[in-house]
């Protein structure tokens, strides 16, 4: 069983043995190079479109997702690793166009096959085929995944936990790649976030000597077994060759020529009108479809009712009558075939009278809505215009009565001053008087 939570999406080692690529009878070493080669086409991908280092690793996520779900052989590689980078570019809020992600892949195709560097023209029918192939692979992604594409990456803890450490800055730059590579393995798929980036950072103190603390990873919820088996599927990493293209898939054909022709040969399209004479149409033989999972076998017969195949039926209004106009064999559109003359439908003139009075109804239509909204706005410029004038008049009397305040509180203060300076000269005319006393 395969747990899928918000943040987890984790399997064993026995699941991965028992994938579905190698139910399919792909070897291990097949589906390791495979995964490598679609990891090496998200990143280089990603660099050509100028996304950041957290689209390409939640892309290269959700490839190994989709693979532990999905077997080669039925999704191919190349149009699977489009797909991821397209959806991981909107899930982190850096989302590319369509055309320029098929641009890029196009230009990857010919440039690792060795063909002419042409532009893929978005009017083609090879830019529409891929088109309609990287939409069909992100739905399928998104149905596999349930919808949950939340993804954790190592790169946040190992900061955190070099900080703790007190570890110098280029043990953090040496663990930060160690971390970018090991999205090219299964670690993501097997341990947490946690557990990746305390295995990258014992790597990568390993590779500087740098001493640590005596069991430190018991300190982010790690187990030694688990840290020594990511170190250990680091150290096979390095030893694997570059990521190559295996064909595996039942489809031979490459990304940019998945899709085949949706249309009927000309000799089924004869067959197909001599049985409509009959009364039904069969079609002993279908194109195959463009999914790679799933497929319609030949001689499946299709019956369509002759109802459904008639050509439409043209009413003339003068005459009242149903005429049929079927198409000859060159190309000219007659009446009733036993009639053997093009008899053109005549208009009335109560027919050109009524479209008259229709086109002056609509202009009178037209006229009056314009109308009204000039009448709208009108009534709306006048309500802002009362508004505003409402505005105004309450700004003056405020200030009014500000100014009525300020001239009142002013007056009462003189009024006291005045006050006061009576009262000193009563004082001091009172102090005069009782000095003159004293002296007489």
Same mark, same amino acid.
């Given at each position: ?67 532990? /779900? ?6 191919? @590689? ?25 641009? @890029? ?86 341990? /947490? ?6 295995? @990258?950072?014992?790597?990568? &103190? ?22 020594? @088996? ?48 009959? +009364? ?37 209004? &003068? ?20 009639? +053997?003359?093009? /008899? ?40 802002? +215009? ?55």
């Amino acid at each position: 069983m395969i747990y899928t939570a918000l943040d987890t999406f984790y399997v064993t080692e026995e699941l991965l043995s028992n994938s579905p690529s190698r139910n399919d009878g792909i070897d291990e070493m097949t589906e390791s190079t495979l995964r490598r080669f679609g990891c090496d086409l998200v990143q280089e991908s990603g660099i050509l479109l100028k996304l950041p280092q957290a689209v390409m690793a939640t892309g290269q996520v959700l490839f190994h997702r989709f693979y532990c /779900k999905k077997s080669f052989a039925l999704f191919n @590689v190349k149009r699977v690793a489009a797909s991821c980078v397209w959806l991981a570019a909107k899930l982190e809020e850096s989302p590319r166009k369509i055309h320029e992600v098929l641009q @890029v892949f196009n230009r990857m195709e010919q440039r690792r096959g060795k063909l002419p560097l042409e532009f893929l023209e978005l009017s083609s029918q090879k830019y529409e085929e891929m088109k309609i192939d990287l939409i069909r692979t992100e739905r399928h992604l998104l149905k596999e995944m349930g919808f949950i594409c939340h993804v954790e990456h190592p790169h946040k803890f190992i900061i955190s936990y070099l900080k703790v450490l007190a570890a110098p800055s280029e043990l953090m730059q040496v663990a930060w790649n160690l971390a970018n590579d090991s999205l090219r393995s299964t670690l993501c798929v097997r341990f /947490k976030s946690e557990v990746v980036a305390c295995g @990258v950072v014992y790597a990568a &103190s390993r590779k500087f000597k740098v001493p640590f603390p005596a069991r430190w990873w018991e300190v982010f919820d790690a187990k030694w077994s688990e840290v020594e @088996v990511v170190c250990n599927v680091l150290a096979e990493l390095y030893k694997q060759p570059k990521g190559y293209y295996i064909e595996v898939g039942r489809n031979t054909k490459s990304f940019v020529l998945t899709t085949k022709a949706w249309d009927v040969s000309s000799e089924g399209q004869e067959g197909l009108i001599k049985s409509i004479v009959n +009364g039904a149409a069969f079609v002993k033989e279908l194109p195959t479809t463009t999914s790679s999972d799933a497929g319609i076998p030949k001689e499946v017969p299709l019956k369509t009712p002759l109802d459904n195949l008639k050509p439409r039926v043209v009413k003339d209004r &003068s005459h009242d009558l149903d005429v049929v106009r079927n198409p000859d064999g060159n190309g000219e559109l007659r009446d009733d075939p036993g009639a +053997g003359k093009e /008899k053109p439908i005549k208009h009335t003139e109560n027919e050109l009278g009524d479209r008259i009075k229709d086109k002056d109804r609509d202009r009178l239509r037209l006229r009056e809505s314009r109308d009204s909204g000039r009448d709208y706005n009108v009534e709306r410029e006048r309500a802002r +215009g009362r508004d505003r004038d409402r505005e105004r008049r309450e700004k003056e009397r405020e200030r009014e009565e500000r100014e009525s305040t300020k001239e009142r509180d002013y007056r009462r203060k003189e009024r006291s001053r005045d006050v006061d300076r009576d009262f000193q000269l009563i004082r001091e005319k009172a102090r005069h008087q009782h000095h003159r006393r004293q002296n007489v």
